[in-house]
């Protein structure tokens, strides 16, 4: 049985976490030169959020993340192919459905990267826009108790809109 998707209040602990969990991840790949950020909702002050801390990793080529498998698995991430994400590599840690953190590896400066970064930075520069996202989300909570994947598809047209006003401002 899903876990239903809980939004939780905002919680400054989520970037102590980050930077804890940054510095395991950099430890264990500590020869591979990677650039780490906070992403998400988590990542947004005041934003309301399932508590699952997602976190982007950027690598020169994806090829070099296959050499990350076993080191991540050494800090409790398990790698989790997604033939329908050619351009992400991802990784959990906890339980299927039910995961704590969630790391995406995507190429430096790609058009993925430079999404996942202007999304976020225009939800922290735009408190209307971000009370509008805690409203969809928690209303989509309700709509999609335990079906994270019809919750994730109701969500992306706001998504891709916010991911548009970013490009034009």
């Known amino acids: 049985m899903e876990k239903p998707i809980m939004i939780e209040n905002y919680n400054p602990n989520w970037v102590t976490e980050f930077e804890q969990e940054k510095a395991k991840i950099k430890e264990v790949l500590k020869d591979k030169p990677i650039c780490v950020e906070h992403i998400g909702s988590t990542s947004v002050m005041g934003l309301g ?9 950027g690598v020169q080529h994806l090829a070099e993340v296959d050499a990350f498998i076993e080191p991540l698995k050494s800090i409790g991430y398990e790698f989790v192919p997604h033939k329908e994400f050619p351009e992400r590599r991802f990784f959990r840690k906890g339980q299927w459905r039910a995961g704590t953190h969630h790391l995406h590896i995507y190429r430096l400066g790609s058009e993925q990267w430079k999404n996942q970064l202007s999304f976020r930075n225009y939800l922290r520069s735009h408190p209307d ?6 409203q969809l989300k928690m209303s989509l909570a309700k709509k999609h108790p335990a079906d994270i994947v019809g919750y994730t598809k109701a969500k992306a047209p706001f998504i891709l809109n916010v991911m548009e006003s970013a490009k034009g401002g």
């Open 129 to 134: 826009v971000r009370k509008q996202y805690q």
């Open 49 to 57: 959020a399932k508590p699952i801390l997602d976190i982007m990793a």
